[in-house]
């Protein structure tokens, strides 16, 4: 690549460095609790949502199944803590080892699938797992997992009494997957998944391993989406199968990144930006009636989007990359 | 477990499993027509039931003569629905797939918030309908009558759309733009009005399907999500853009479901279907009958 590219990484780095640092300091001057949590949601489905687009975006194989991992990385931290004392961060590191063996496990058999019909294996696979914890007794079966509060502090990764540690690990978080985002771009394992999305048999015969690559792409992808499951079940300290697996968390994670730009770095959080706050305000504001008027705005939010701008919105924001988003 | 529990809960599987069929056929049209998966396709089969119950309560129209009517209405609901959206998504020139997904996964949520809005949440039946709750013993096996006629209205469904496809015009149109869009076009036909008339058909079908699952199954906003994705399951099964498959699927999907409620506790029955799926693709990645 040549000079003006590296140039505009080189951009990109800064300005993510800068956005960043303003992010972290916000929280100082906005004490609404409200407005934090918001804040906090927005950085997770970011995060999830960038790495969703790791595998789905970049490598172009789209998965709706990934509430599975998000479901695991909260099981495993909270089954961990609740019933053996394990800390949760060695919860959320074994959530995201076990996520991204999985993924390599059932990306084995499903890689070999196309188009839809693995969009329906991802889907399918989720749920199976969806109903096998509904139905798991140790695991709280449907009733789920009560985190238990053991008081304020890192070590056990709970607070109770604010939740600026949430923010900066949200932010932690989101920093992280767009990083490694950032850093596969330029890899080889970055140019080899846009060669497999673009026309996974051209790229075989130029000598791309294509199957490699997937897993390699489903591993990365699994392992964050775990690791922010993890953090989600610290976060409202209470799970159960439907609100960390159910298949609307699947659609959720891929919204942001479908918005804002799929298979773009800043897609995601752009999405994320501007879907979760608007999510959040329009069910509080005009779904307390509980009827379904917050569906509709959303619904219809999502519908415009994609028909007027089907490359993303992050092209409306940087020139460079009205090319580069397809 | 005796031999006539386990043929008694075949019979209603594959009774159920026609019903699938029906329901998921609308759904394999539309995708062999033009490669587009419609993601409100459960909530089609929503104001389906919502309609049938409606002419019940404030007519006192029976579901089963309704069921002409709801299909005839949501034939016009499938049509408007694509030329207001469908038509724009396939234009879409990036991320055409996840533009189809998105666009009507979004029309779905839509759909989801104005029945919640007008229906509110409650759960509705149709109570003391002709068939409702009725039984009918053959040969000692004891078979539900409503699923029994939904079986048989399936069935009709099917011959009907299988001489509509063959033998008219308009099915022949279908058919051709299928294979060539492009080449159609210069013959004169128009690809839009095709489409139309195709996501219109789709449509009904499943208003059909709706109107007799209203007979007996609960009415409420997420009714159409369960059935959904059993209908993706289904259509995927038989091989994506094959009719046909998605006869077959339906009846597959129907027996393994039933038949894993006999092996496993009832609330993992689903995982049968989708073992089943899984174990096909993993062997015939196109599916049973899909082509390509």
Known sequence: ?326 | MTAETIIQSLASGLLMGLLYGLIAVGLALIFGLMDVVNFAHGEFLMIAMYATFFLFVFFAIDPLLAAPLVAAALFVFGAVVYLLIVRFAVRAKANAGMVQIFSTFGLAIVMRGLAQYFFTPDYRSVTHSWLGGKTVSVAGIFLPVPQLVGALVAIAAFGALYLFINRTDFGRALEATREDAGAVALVGIDKNKVFALGWGLGAALVGLSGAVMAIFFYIYPDVGASFALIAYVTVALGGFGSVFGAFAGGIIVGLVEATTALLLPPSLKAVGIYAVYLLVVFIRPRGLFGSM
């Open chain 1, 1 to 326: 690549m040549d000079t003006s590219f590296a140039r505009s990484r080189r951009r990109d780095l800064i300005v993510a460095f800068c956005l960043a640092a303003t992010a972290a300091v916000v929280p100082l001057f906005v004490k609404d609790v409200y407005v934090q949590n918001i804040m906090v949601l927005t950085l997770m489905w970011g995060a999830l949502s960038q790495s969703w687009n790791i595998l789905s975006g970049y490598c172009g194989q789209i998965s709706l199944g990934h509430a599975m991992y998000f479901g695991i990385g909260a099981y495993t931290t909270a089954l961990l803590f609740t019933k053996f004392g394990v800390l949760p961060w060695f919860g959320m590191l074994g959530g995201g080892i076990i996520s991204a063996v999985l993924a390599m496990a059932l990306g084995y058999p499903c890689f070999r699938l196309r188009g839809h019909y693995f969009v329906i294996a991802t889907i399918v696979i989720a749920e199976i797992v969806l109903l096998l914890f509904h139905n798991w007794d140790w695991a709280g079966a449907a009733m789920g997992i009560d985190i238990p509060v053991r008081g304020d502090s890192w070590l056990k990764f709970q607070f109770t009494r604010s939740k600026l540690p949430y923010f900066y690990f949200a932010l932690a978080l989101a920093c992280v997957a767009w990083f490694v985002t950032w850093w596969l771009e330029d890899s080889k394992w970055g140019y080899w998944w846009r060669a497999v999305k673009d026309n996974p048999d051209a790229a075989e015969s130029l000598g791309v391993v294509v199957f490699n690559s997937k897993m390699g792409a489903a591993a990365v992808s699994a392992f964050l989406v775990a690791v922010g499951g993890s953090f989600y079940g610290q976060f409202v300290s209470y799970i159960d199968p439907e609100s960390v697996m159910g298949f609307q968390f699947s659609l959720l994670m891929a919204l942001p990144a479908v918005l804002g730009g799929i298979g773009t770095l800043w897609g995601p959080l752009l999405g994320a930006v501007i879907l979760i706050p608007l999510t959040e305000l329009t069910r509080s504001f005009i779904g307390g009636s509980g009827r379904g008027v917050d569906l509709i705005v959303y619904g219809g939010l999502i519908i415009a989007i994609s028909l007027a701008r089907p490359q993303g919105l992050v092209g409306l924001f940087s020139p460079r990359r009205k090319e580069a988003a397809r």
